[in-house]
């Protein structure tokens, strides 16, 4: 649909549009389409809660393989 298209301008001044920044640039975009995309409980994914391990639960195994993350952590910090 090209922009001289009448029905299409029509279409668009009846909408609220709102401009956004994005990484692509400045867009124009329906406010309606944005306020559902942005209250979609999907779009910023939760972090995974932390389960704690109790002290008495650290063992020789558990120690080591926290040895083993804390050194592949280090190895990624120093890659990027």
Known sequence: ISATDSSYSNSIN?????????????????KEFLTQLLTRKNVIPARKRRDFIPNDMKDDHYWERRRKNNLAAKRSREKR
């Open 14 to 30: 009846d909408r609220d549009m709102v401009k956004v920044v994005t990484t692509a640039g400045t867009q124009c975009i329906d």
